[in-house]
């Protein structure tokens, strides 16, 4: 499509928090600031080089990279101005917060590069030129001066800020050079130049590090910084005709630019606009919050777009007993609404609720015979992830990750009409638990983690970059049957019956071939990450892991690739909360499908 519907993104006239001309003018603010710099760096990484000075050095490259930030910074304003797309509905204002971080990221590598070279200095002397160090110190420090002066009248932007820190240590690192270069002149004391460049070094590091935390907290979609989540649920609570608030989310699509997304409990559903209003006034004049999409809900009844079945806890449900019945539940994404089948064993009306959750290429029979042997104590429900088993697949392959898993959780949990659950998660499955049970009000009461921690090991990634989403296809079950339990071997030693009743679900019949019963598209996400994404997802999760203050057990396979000994020491170094098995002679995961590896759970759950 070359037309473009613009009206689809139109924003309320108080959203535009900065106008186009400050845009023009913060870019005007860059510029200036780089040609400034990039023309002095030249000039002093030359002198740098033939004074020999170590500050004079550090100066330099200080200069160089802040060119560097500049013209990161500068770009990054340019791409946030492209107005919004059918691909990039939001707009590209997130840019500047990337940059703002990536600048942080390199600030700290020059930091770490002058302390070490510093350090080396002390046991390897080096004669410094004293009085070239001290005039290129004192024409940078004027020139500094005027670069940190031109940058400071935008203080709002996170990415002039961070590109200011640059600047600021730049600053620093001048005054340093000029005081190294006068010391070395009057008493030639050459290791006043390293003391001093780390000193900078040091000086620097609080706001280098003050700038990446807060653009980290915004990539992450963190609650901005200004704003308090729990002030602002119980303001809306407080609202006149509000009953309940749930499924709240605060949030910043863009620099300064908050936005807030929830549900609204009514009495009636013609209320609603005048409701509405009242909120929007209070969200904006307490909070200064003037996105907001809210979805109306009439207590009492059913929400259709997200259960399929009557969640009135007043309604008696059938006295019945499952065994594996199939059910579904339906859930929304930003595609759209999809359904998510579980399997049931037990009476629906015991208030004893255990969620089973399966690993990435699984689904949720792989928990049949601990569902059956823990049915006369829980209403045992194991559901198949989206995208796996008899649940739909999302047209969108990027949203098969945590986020989307985790609200499906909630829609399940809500339809199954309970305040508690009990949590027993193996692989994905544990760290969907983890991210649910991390979140305030969540309804998890206790919880088995099979087999996986905040650290995923390389190694394990590589193993199951081999397999998932890679072909897959046999003409006969025994031979596609075979292969599956080749891939699984991990799990440890079962009889054939046992293999059957848990790899054979895993096998679907099309088109003649038997083939796997997810959809390959799983895998895109997942080959997507790189290793500084997947530094910062281990760093999000052991930031969660610390937050949940409800009873674990971990359980790791004593030859698992996956999940650490180390690792599990971390998790219960840092978390009171837990306690850990090893069972031996089993990979990745314990299938729990033998006598004792049941018992273990049964035990822990009663």
Same mark, same amino acid.
């Given at each position: 499509?070359?037309?473009?519907?613009?009206?689809?993104?139109?924003?309320?006239?108080?959203?535009?928090?900065?106008?186009?001309?400050?845009?023009?003018?913060?870019?005007?603010?860059?510029?200036?600031?780089?040609?400034?710099?990039?023309?002095?760096?030249?000039?002093?990484?030359?002198?740098?080089?033939?004074?020999?000075?170590?500050?004079?050095?550090?100066?330099?490259?200080?200069?160089?990279?802040?060119?560097?930030?500049?013209?990161?910074?500068?770009?990054?304003?340019?791409?946030?101005?492209?107005?919004?797309?059918?691909?990039?509905?939001?707009?590209?204002?997130?840019?500047?917060?990337?940059?703002?971080?990536?600048?942080?990221?390199?600030?700290?590598?020059?930091?770490?590069?002058?302390?070490?070279?510093?350090?080396?200095?002390?046991?390897?002397?080096?004669?410094?030129?004293?009085?070239?160090?001290?005039?290129?110190?004192?024409?940078?420090?004027?020139?500094? %001066?005027?670069?940190?002066?031109?940058?400071?009248?935008?203080?709002?932007?996170?990415?002039?800020?961070?590109?200011?820190?640059?600047?600021?240590?730049?600053?620093?690192?001048?005054?340093?050079?000029?005081?190294?270069?006068?010391?070395?002149?009057?008493?030639?004391?050459?290791?006043?130049?390293?003391?001093?460049?780390?000193?900078?070094?040091?000086?620097?590091?609080?706001?280098?590090?003050?700038?990446?935390?807060?653009?980290?907290?915004?990539?992450?979609?963190?609650?901005?910084? @200004?704003?308090?989540?729990?002030?602002?649920?119980?303001?809306?609570?407080?609202?006149?005709?509000?009953?309940?608030?749930?499924?709240?989310?605060?949030?910043?699509?863009?620099?300064?630019?908050?936005?807030?997304?929830?549900?609204?409990?009514?009495?009636?559903?013609?209320?609603?606009?005048?409701?509405?209003?009242?909120?929007?006034?209070?969200?904006?004049?307490?909070?200064?919050?003037?996105?907001?999409?809210?979805?109306?809900?009439?207590?009492?009844?059913?929400?259709?777009?997200? @259960?399929?079945?009557?969640?009135?806890?007043?309604?008696?449900?059938?006295?019945?007993?499952?065994?594996?019945?199939?059910?579904?539940?339906?859930?929304?994404?930003?595609?759209?609404?999809?359904?998510?089948?579980?399997?049931?064993?037990?009476?629906?009306?015991?208030?004893?609720?255990?969620?089973?959750?399966?690993?990435?290429?699984?689904?949720?029979?792989?928990?049949?015979?601990?569902?059956?042997?823990?049915?006369?104590?829980?209403?045992?429900?194991?559901?198949?992830?989206?995208?796996?088993?008899?649940?739909?697949?999302?047209?969108?392959?990027?949203?098969?990750?945590?986020?989307?898993?985790?609200?499906?959780?909630?829609?399940?949990?809500?339809?199954?009409?309970?305040?508690?659950?009990?949590?027993?998660?193996?692989?994905?499955?544990?760290?969907?638990?983890?991210?649910?049970?991390?979140?305030?009000?969540?309804?998890?009461?206790?919880?088995?983690?099979?087999?996986?921690?905040?650290? %995923?090991?390389?190694?394990?990634?590589?193993?199951?970059?081999?397999?998932?989403?890679?072909?897959?296809?046999?003409?006969?079950?025994?031979?596609?049957?075979?292969?599956?339990?080749?891939?699984?071997?991990?799990?440890?030693? @079962?009889?054939?019956?046992?293999?059957?009743?848990?790899?054979?679900?895993?096998?679907?019949?099309?088109? +003649?071939?038997?083939?796997?019963?997810?959809?390959?598209?799983?895998?895109?996400?997942?080959?997507?990450?790189?290793?500084?994404?997947?530094?910062?997802?281990?760093?999000?999760?052991?930031?969660?892991?610390?937050?949940? @203050?409800?009873?674990?057990? %971990?359980?790791?396979?004593?030859?698992?690739?996956?999940?650490?000994?180390?690792?599990?020491?971390?998790?219960?170094?840092?978390?009171?909360?837990?306690?850990?098995?090893?069972?031996? +002679?089993?990979?990745?995961?314990?299938?729990?499908?033998?006598?004792?590896?049941?018992?273990?759970?049964?035990?822990?759950?009663?």
């Amino acid at each position: 499509m070359s037309d473009v519907d613009h009206s689809l993104h139109a924003h309320k006239q108080g959203d535009a928090k900065h106008s186009h001309a400050k845009q023009v003018s913060n870019q005007n603010l860059l510029l200036i600031a780089l040609v400034l710099t990039l023309g002095f760096s030249g000039v002093e990484g030359a002198a740098a080089y033939f004074a020999n000075s170590l500050a004079l050095i550090s100066d330099a490259g200080h200069m160089v990279t802040d060119a560097a930030a500049l013209g990161l910074a500068l770009l990054a304003q340019i791409i946030s101005r492209r107005p919004p797309s059918p691909k990039h509905s939001f707009g590209f204002g997130r840019a500047e917060a990337l940059a703002a971080f990536v600048n942080s990221i390199a600030m700290l590598a020059l930091v770490v590069w002058i302390m070490v070279e510093a350090v080396s200095r002390f046991y390897d002397p080096h004669n410094v030129d004293g009085l070239t160090v001290t005039v290129v110190a004192a024409i940078g420090l004027l020139m500094n %001066i005027v670069v940190a002066w031109v940058l400071s009248r935008d203080k709002k932007s996170v990415n002039t800020r961070a590109a200011l820190v640059h600047v600021m240590g730049d600053l620093l690192g001048s005054v340093a050079a000029l005081i190294a270069g006068v010391v070395i002149q009057l008493t030639g004391w050459m290791p006043i130049d390293a003391i001093l460049s780390i000193l900078v070094s040091l000086l620097i590091l609080k706001s280098t590090v003050s700038i990446l935390r807060e653009s980290y907290h915004f990539l992450m979609e963190g609650v901005p910084l @200004h704003i308090d989540y729990l002030q602002v649920g119980s303001d809306l609570k407080q609202v006149p005709g509000v009953l309940a608030v749930h499924d709240l989310h605060v949030w910043e699509m863009t620099p300064s630019f908050p936005a807030l997304i929830g549900h609204i409990e009514i009495k009636q559903m013609d209320e609603w606009p005048d409701i509405m209003a009242r909120i929007n006034e209070m969200l904006l004049n307490k909070h200064g919050i003037d996105h907001v999409t809210l979805q109306p809900e009439v207590a009492g009844m059913a929400d259709e777009h997200t @259960h399929d079945e009557d969640l009135n806890d007043e309604i008696k449900r059938p006295n019945v007993t499952h065994h594996g019945d199939t059910f579904f539940v339906t859930c929304t994404s930003p595609d759209g609404p999809h359904r998510m089948a579980y399997h049931a064993w037990g009476n629906p009306n015991n208030p004893k609720v255990l969620v089973c959750v399966h690993g990435l290429t699984r689904r949720g029979s792989d928990f049949k015979t601990l569902a059956e042997a823990m049915s006369n104590d829980y209403y045992v429900v194991c559901p198949d992830v989206v995208g796996r088993g008899d649940s739909d697949r999302l047209k969108n392959p990027m949203l098969y990750a945590v986020p989307q898993y985790v609200a499906d959780m909630a829609s399940l949990i809500k339809q199954l009409g309970v305040a508690q659950v009990d949590w027993f998660g193996t692989s994905m499955g544990g760290l969907i638990g983890m991210v649910y049970a991390s979140m305030p009000n969540n309804p998890i009461r206790r919880m088995l983690i099979n087999d996986v921690g905040p650290r %995923i090991e390389p190694e394990a990634v590589k193993r199951l970059g081999s397999y998932v989403g890679q072909p897959f296809t046999f003409t006969d079950r025994a031979t596609a049957l075979q292969r599956l339990n080749e891939i699984c071997a991990s799990f440890g030693s @079962h009889t054939p019956e046992e293999w059957e009743i848990y790899n054979g679900p895993m096998l679907v019949q099309k088109d +003649g071939l038997w083939v796997m019963h997810y959809d390959p598209d799983i895998s895109v996400p997942f080959a997507s990450v790189n290793p500084i994404m997947a530094k910062a997802g281990e760093m999000a999760m052991w930031h969660v892991f610390k937050k949940i @203050h409800i009873p674990m057990l %971990i359980v790791r396979g004593g030859e698992s690739d996956l999940l650490s000994a180390k690792t599990v020491a971390e998790m219960c170094k840092v978390n009171p909360y837990i306690r850990s098995i090893e069972i031996p +002679g089993v990979g990745h995961a314990p299938a729990f499908v033998k006598p004792e590896q049941v018992a273990l759970a049964k035990e822990f759950f009663s």
